[in-house]
């Protein structure tokens, strides 16, 4: 039997999958097509990483690692949802529900002093941040809008907010010691075993890392950003929000850059308040207070501390409010500022956002206001303010007739890994960091001061080559311009623009226009042709791939969930991405006050559509080809007949839109003619759900409006969710018929 893995993940997704998963497994064992699931939630993960310290009953198999070898075999095919990439607080509050449930799990060590507080910090780094994706991402990334999608965003749009040419919001970046100005870059010449060391001035040589296996021709990088000048331009900033009377916030990936960007938050979160920590900063360190986890947190600890100076903590944060700028909220009825947690505003999604609002975010009385956005590392930071700059002189974009930006992005083998996960360190004291090779011999060295973020990262030679590959192979599909965002007088850029002009001689490109252009160049061009309506693939590396699968597919679409995501795997097989959860914790927030689930499956119906087309070529699958046609053409019709999920309680939510989607795809199998026998089996399907439509209909929005209790956030009861993801008696019982046939 064919088979495909849907992994099981987190938040609104995981929710959605104990109502659409059913479905899928029963059209899919028509054709033969085993869905079988795999657990890469943040639960799961954590407990994964104790199982020796675990009785045997509360163990769970290391569903990622054996995806990561899946994953290279010629014959995978995953379906992967969005997972949550945790900051520590995140990390904190998953494992203080496992140790509710029973799982007796250590605390996670901020500062670890003894060996087992170091083997428990160490095992929980590897499930923080953007732990899963480098694992499985053993392809490079082809995301683009499908037709129907985008026909539907053109006869349907979405809101656009207005721009005016006097808009004060603008983007503040660093222009000097950053990771972008500080940057090296070789490529390694052979085989090689590379070593990071501090030395100091006394002569004392301590490692960082050693061991890194390096293959020739990888690009190899090293970086710093100085926290002596973060700390200035970061005041700065502060001060001129204030003078020009917008709102601050800051835009960081403290999840994905699971060690860097939680320490820039934190250093932000200090310029903001900043007598709050010259003051107090002392008690709070010893109460393990941290300014990188966020206002909130040391909001929740403040019974740790002295009440005396508890209300000094307060008074502090209540005077840098009044006297400093007003600052941008997540949630202006419950005081959530931009500075409350880290994972709150994260750059990829909540800039897109900002956009397509006038520019405008939400102040502390819940009104838009103008905003200055703090992205301190340089190195995309620019792009942002040419679309800004952009609006203000030309106005709002219009989904009615802009064009479409796909993006090839290189990714593979943890190319240009997010962070450079174990590869950045925050410096503890000055001196130099050296890269060394095998012979001891010195291949980059930055001098550096105590508090400083070093960092390095690889990309091997053999994803570059693929994505040059994929990048030609799309342009000439789609018969679309492709520019490669690559910055001559960047380190890393230079060295790739040297490959891609090496590697593009290898294909036929005779016909095609391919583009080199720095990023803000990029964008000015690829603007001015979405304002034409023309379409232009963008082809970056990965942190920017994160940022445009995000900022055009939210101003073409309204969302990025609508995208396809498909990762051709370079040994043969695909992975196939269902879009981004970034709005996962408030559907969840709604769904169990509510039992109103507004998260929409519309990633999953696209990706599991192309999965199917995957299995039928790799397998010679014929019916999984059915299945793929007539799902694709379900999926237009959902879209025309507006069965999206709603917002409001009491109408169409998730669980609906996925009755919709079984409908419409089993009357798509009863009428075609590729295969006469699944057609026979589907009349008889698809009659029985049209006949009680209105009756699933209203099982499924009658069992909503009132509070639902899953028994966790992290790690709920599969069986509480099951249950209350599948309120429909009528539909279960019809779908549970067709798998049991």
């Known amino acids: 039997m064919s088979k495909i893995i849907y992994t099981y993940t987190d938040e609104a997704p995981m929710l959605a999958t104990a109502s659409l998963l059913p479905i899928v497994q029963a059209f899919a064992s028509t054709a033969g097509v085993e869905l079988e699931t795999r657990d890469i939630s943040l639960a799961g993960r954590i407990v994964s990483v104790f199982n020796d310290r675990l009785p045997k009953n509360q163990q769970t198999n290391d569903a990622l690692a054996e995806l990561g070898e899946l994953v290279k075999d010629d014959d995978a095919n995953v379906v992967k949802l969005p997972n949550i990439s945790a900051s520590v607080p995140q990390l904190k509050a998953a494992i203080k529900e496992l140790q509710a449930d029973g799982y007796d799990l250590p605390d996670y060590p901020d500062e670890p002093k003894t060996e087992d507080e170091k083997d428990a910090r160490a095992r929980y780094d590897k499930v923080k941040g953007s732990a899963v994706n480098p694992v499985l991402r053993e392809g490079n990334s082809d995301r683009r809008a499908p037709q129907s999608v985008k026909n539907f965003a053109k006869k349907h749009p979405h809101s656009m907010g207005a721009w005016t040419a006097d808009s004060k919001t603008n983007v503040a970046t660093m222009d000097a010691d950053d990771f972008f100005h500080n940057e090296k870059s070789v490529v390694i010449a052979e085989d090689d075993t590379l070593t990071i060391q501090l ?56 999840t994905m850059m699971k060690v860097s960007d939680p320490v820039i938050f934190g250093h932000v979160v200090k310029a903001y308040f900043p007598g709050l920590f010259q003051k107090y900063g002392q008690q709070l360190a010893e109460a393990g207070l941290s300014a990188n986890n966020g206002l909130a947190a040391i909001l929740s600890g403040l019974d740790a501390l002295d009440p005396e100076v508890a209300e000094g903590v307060k008074a502090e944060i209540d005077a840098a409010y009044q006297n400093g700028p007003d600052l941008a909220m997540v949630n202006s009825d419950k005081g959530i500022t931009n500075l409350h947690v880290p994972s709150d505003v994260i750059v990829d999604a909540s800039m897109p956002a900002m956009i397509r609002s006038s520019g405008h975010m939400w102040n502390k009385d819940g009104n838009e206001q103008d905003t200055l956005a703090v992205l301190p590392d340089s190195s995309y930071a620019g792009i942002y303010q040419v679309v800004l700059d952009d609006c203000r ?44 090779d095998g012979k001891g011999v010195v291949l980059m060295e930055h001098e550096v001061e105590a508090g400083d973020i070093w960092r390095a990262c690889q990309t091997k030679d053999v994803p570059v080559r693929d994505w040059v590959k994929l990048a030609v192979t799309r342009a000439r599909a789609s018969q679309t311009p492709a520019v490669f965002w690559l910055d001559e007088n960047r380190a890393h850029d230079a060295n790739l623009i ?37 379409d232009t693939i963008s082809v970056s590396g990965n942190v920017l791939r994160d940022y445009l699968t995000d900022l055009f597919p939210i101003l073409e679409l309204g969302t990025s969930a609508k995208m396809l995501s498909i990762v051709p795997l370079i040994n043969g097989g695909g992975l196939f991405e269902t879009g981004a959860g970034g709005s996962a914790p408030k559907h969840v927030q709604q769904f169990v006050e509510e039992n109103h689930l507004r998260w929409d499956s519309l990633g999953e119906f696209l990706a599991l559509a192309v999965s199917f087309e995957h299995e039928a070529v790799s397998q010679g699958n014929a019916r999984a080809q059915v299945l793929a046609d007539t799902l694709d053409r379900a999926t237009g019709t959902f879209l025309e007949e507006g069965r999206s999920p709603s917002r409001k309680v009491g109408e ?90």
């Open 199 to 254: 030395a100091t001035a006394d002569g004392e040589k301590t490692v960082l890392k050693d061991g890194l296996k390096v293959l020739a021709g990888e690009v190899v990088d090293s970086t710093f950003m100085s926290a002596k000048a973060l700390d200035q331009f970061l005041a700065a900033q502060v001060e001129r929000a204030r003078s020009e009377g917008v709102l601050f916030s800051t835009h960081l990936k403290a």
């Open 393 to 436: 002189a030309h106005g709002a974009y219009d989904p009615t007739t802009m064009g479409t930006v796909p993006n090839v992005g290189l990714m593979a083998q943890k190319a240009e890994e997010y962070g450079s996960h174990d590869k950045t360190f925050i410096l503890e004291t000055a001196g130099t960091v050296q890269v060394l």
């Open 498 to 534: 040297a490959k891609v002009t090496e590697y593009l001689q290898d294909h036929d490109t005779d016909g095609l226009q391919i583009e080199i252009m720095a990023p803000e160049k990029a964008i000015a061009f690829t603007l001015e042709r979405i304002r034409r309506g023309e």
């Open 652 to 741: 169409l939510d998730n669980r609906g839109s996925h009755f919709y989607l079984a409908l419409y795809w089993a009357q798509e199998l009863a009428k075609q003619t590729d295969d006469a026998e699944l057609a026979q089996a589907y009349a008889e399907i698809a009659e029985q759900l049209a006949a009680n439509e209105q009756k699933i209909v209203d099982e499924l929005n009658g069992a909503q409006g009132s509070p639902v209790d899953i028994e966790g956030y992290y790690s709920p009861s599969k069986e509480k969710v099951s249950e209350a993801m599948r309120p429909s008696a009528t539909l279960n019982r019809i779908v549970d018929g067709l798998a049991a046939r």
